[in-house]
């Protein structure tokens, strides 16, 4: 019987993980993929309207369409792929600490409740701030303790889901001409190599893009600018 090389016969260690472990690329597919079930659900009882007239469901759903073939295809293409990074423990660590600010936040609205801070609900006012300062320390850390940053875990989910409440809170109430840009300058500060100048250019257009695709030519009911008391567009 012929000797056994031990070495050629073992598979690599990435091999050896890949088999054992989720990769970030899959964990994140999935998760888009299951983001994308909760927002078509929450939008199931919009109605959809019909050819020429257009409901309101129809983008939420189209738009929860669109991310769960993104994820999937995430997932299909990862299963292919040689190499990726398994996951850590750090990369839980922006969903530990939002979940933090949001009980900090619940127990102190309940102690709170019928005051108002800032003309807002004592816990989504202090939620608030609690993710602000939060944001503004990782843009301030990224400068001076880049690796500790770049380890955390937290800049990226933070400042995307940031953009995201950020475009929730103003959309309605100030319109989608500072909405968007707001969602857009946040979101890029989840990168420490966005440049600012195109950063700038990507938030005009894809702000002239949006009211032009959601106000014009999909008429849905978005305001596009709004100065209280003064101006209504």
Same mark, same amino acid.
């Given at each position: 019987?012929?000797?056994?090389?031990?070495?050629?016969?073992?598979?690599?260690?990435?091999?050896?993980?890949?088999?054992r472990r989720f990769s970030r690329n899959t964990a994140s597919? +999935?998760?888009?993929?299951?983001?994308?079930?909760?927002?078509?659900?929450?939008? #199931?009882?919009?109605?959809?309207?019909?050819?020429?007239?257009?409901?309101p469901g129809v983008f939420p759903l189209g738009l929860a369409?669109?991310?769960?073939?993104?994820?999937?295809?995430?997932?299909?293409?990862?299963?292919?792929?040689?190499?990726?990074?398994?996951?850590?423990?750090?990369?839980?660590?922006?969903?530990?600490?939002?979940?933090?600010?949001? $009980?900090?936040? $619940?127990?102190?609205?309940?102690?709170?409740?019928?005051?108002?801070?800032?003309?807002?609900?004592?816990?989504?006012?202090?939620?608030?701030?609690?993710?602000?300062?939060?944001?503004?320390?990782?843009?301030?850390?990224?400068?001076?303790?880049?690796?500790? &940053?770049?380890h955390s875990g937290l800049r990226g989910p933070f400042f995307?889901?940031?953009?995201? +409440?950020?475009?929730?809170?103003?959309?309605?109430?100030?319109?989608? *001409?500072?909405?968007?840009?707001?969602?857009?300058?946040?979101?890029?500060?989840? #990168?420490?190599?966005?440049?600012?100048?195109?950063?700038? &250019?990507?938030?005009? *257009?894809?702000?002239?893009?949006?009211?032009?695709?959601?106000?014009?030519?999909?008429?849905?009911? *978005?305001?596009?600018?709004?100065?209280?008391?003064?101006?209504?567009?």
């Amino acid at each position: 019987m012929p000797p056994v090389n031990l070495i050629e016969a073992a598979p690599p260690p990435a091999a050896r993980g890949r088999s054992r472990r989720f990769s970030r690329n899959t964990a994140s597919g +999935l998760f888009l993929v299951g983001l994308a079930a909760l927002g078509g659900w929450a939008s #199931s009882g919009l109605p959809l309207g019909r050819i020429g007239a257009i409901g309101p469901g129809v983008f939420p759903l189209g738009l929860a369409g669109l991310i769960a073939a993104i994820g999937a295809a995430i997932v299909a293409v990862d299963r292919f792929a040689k190499q990726d990074e398994a996951v850590e423990a750090a990369d839980f660590a922006a969903v530990l600490v939002v979940a933090g600010f949001a $009980a900090i936040a $619940a127990i102190t609205g309940r102690l709170l409740d019928g005051r108002e801070i800032f003309g807002l609900p004592p816990a989504v006012a202090l939620f608030a701030v609690l993710y602000g300062a939060a944001m503004t320390a990782l843009a301030l850390g990224g400068r001076r303790l880049p690796a500790f &940053v770049a380890h955390s875990g937290l800049r990226g989910p933070f400042f995307v889901v940031g953009g995201l +409440l950020a475009f929730a809170a103003t959309v309605g109430t100030v319109g989608l *001409l500072v909405a968007g840009p707001l969602l857009a300058v946040i979101s890029g500060g989840a #990168s420490r190599d966005t440049r600012p100048a195109e950063l700038l &250019v990507f938030a005009a *257009l894809i702000t002239a893009l949006s009211i032009g695709l959601f106000k014009y030519a999909l008429h849905l009911p *978005l305001p596009v600018l709004i100065v209280p008391g003064l101006f209504y567009l």
